[in-house]
């Protein structure tokens, strides 16, 4: 029953954002990476950009289609004949302008363009690796959000941890007061072991003041980042995460380097840089277009008349000014297509190399982790052991307080170093373009 209170509020979440003051969510890594990619600001206009690019794509697919134009003007000959401007459209086709003086000329025209240089053909595909860029940045923008939603996430879940070792730590502080006090009152202590302890009891309520305003202020950065209401009680689960050991290996690292969004917007870069060089090249050819014309001219005064004809027609277009600089524009276009080359070789190279170094982060923090968990073990068995020599009179006070303090120290670097490999893993994943373990598919 609880686990569906927990799923319905989950759900109220996503739907019904600003009306669940009141709700409960069970806050998990995969969760929580879910609702920050639903409801994160930044990413929501990184969508908005994906879909401007994708209609302009759609836009220059519209170029094939057939160029329909209307027109329609009045006019008077004899302002005309009077006039410095001509209008060649009406002289051809006003046989009788010399016997009326008014007349009004109205015409449709379609035109479907056959040729044009290659710029339509290579206009649209250029649209297209557009509309592939912003899909990349999309991605990029995911990523980053999926990033940031796994740090704040391990942020809080730390500062939740630290705080149960806090506990366990001053619990076991007033449990020695209490004995400390007593010894102290039958004279087996001096005054400084019971100063001794109380210091290290005040030196623990500081630091869990100052671990709850933390841990307030990282649950409040949590809830923003991701659209969750700040009235929201979280949940966070109690059964730790299992840790695994990498199974990727440096070998298999250039593979995953084409699956980078970084490297396909490189690539998507030479490719709009080689489509603009054509487009460039076909300004300098003809254009060819064949289409048809209805057109009407009605003359008034002096009695009616009305004159109808069509007309089906081939044009052609031949830029002449524009051939001296032409070769000089193509070498230009050249260059930046060789400048993207050289670009997308030499950033590869520093992306593999990138991800070379995420990897041995991601190795390195689980050998850490593995070394932290002996650390704890190491410090539990001191701990035991002082404990067991003080109540027997053969350590000292001293250092059972420091087997203490070195047990709780050895805790919360545990816990830092599972957060650190968590993160180092989500970073990994994200760069190898891998999925995230136990992650639904992302929200486009």
Request: glycine residues 4%; hydrophobic residues 45%.
């Amino acid at each position: 029953m609880k686990t569906l209170k927990h799923l319905a509020a989950a759900a109220l979440l996503l739907l019904l954002p600003g009306l669940c003051a009141a709700a409960e969510l069970s806050l998990t890594s995969e969760n929580y990476r879910d609702l920050a990619l639903r409801n994160n600001s930044g990413l929501r206009q990184a969508r908005l950009e994906a879909q401007a690019a994708d209609q302009a794509a759609k836009a220059a697919f519209t170029h094939y289609f057939p160029q329909l134009s209307a027109s329609a003007l009045a006019a008077n000959t004899n302002i005309l004949a009077n006039s410095a401007l001509s209008i060649p459209t009406l002289s051809a086709m006003a046989p009788i302008a010399d016997e009326k003086r008014d007349y009004a000329f109205s015409a449709v025209t379609v035109q479907q363009p056959l040729f044009a240089g290659g710029r339509i053909y290579n206009g649209n595909r250029l649209a297209q690796a557009g509309r592939e860029a912003a899909a990349q940045q999309l991605r990029l923008k995911q990523n980053e959000v999926t990033s940031g939603a796994e740090k704040k996430y391990r942020t809080l879940l730390v500062l939740a941890e630290k705080k149960k070792t806090l506990d366990a730590y001053a619990d076991l502080l007033n449990a020695l007061s209490a004995q400390v006090g007593q010894a102290f009152a039958g004279g087996l202590v001096t005054k400084t072991d019971v100063l001794r302890v109380n210091l290290k009891k005040a030196e623990v309520a500081l630091n869990r003041s100052m671990l709850a305003k933390s841990a307030e202020r990282a649950e409040k950065d949590l809830k923003l980042y991701s659209g969750i209401p700040l009235e929201t009680r979280l949940i966070l689960p109690e059964v730790p995460e299992e840790l695994a050991e990498p199974s990727e290996k440096k070998e298999d690292l250039p593979a995953s380097l084409a699956q980078r969004p970084e490297y396909k917007l490189l690539e998507t870069g030479l490719r709009a840089a080689r489509l603009e060089t054509e487009i460039k090249r076909g300004e300098f050819l003809p254009v060819i277009g064949v289409g048809a014309s209805l057109y009407r001219v009605d003359y008034f005064n002096h009695g009616d008349a009305r004159f109808q004809n069509s007309a089906a027609f081939a044009a052609i277009n031949l830029p002449l000014n524009g051939w001296w600089e032409a070769s000089h524009s193509i070498k230009e276009m050249r260059l930046k297509e060789a400048a993207a080359a050289d670009r997308l070789k030499e950033t590869g190279d520093l992306l593999l190399l990138n991800l070379e170094d995420k990897l041995k982060d991601y190795q390195d923090a689980w050998q850490l982790a593995e070394l932290k968990e002996l650390s704890v073990e190491e410090a539990k068995a001191n701990r035991a052991e002082k404990e067991d020599g003080y109540r027997n009179g053969t350590e000292k006070l001293s250092d059972l307080l420091e087997a203490l303090a070195l047990e709780q120290q050895s805790a919360d670097e545990l816990v830092s170093a599972k957060a650190g490999y968590f993160e180092t893993r989500t970073e990994f994943l994200l760069a190898a373009g891998r999925p995230l373990a136990n992650t639904t598919s992302r929200p486009d």
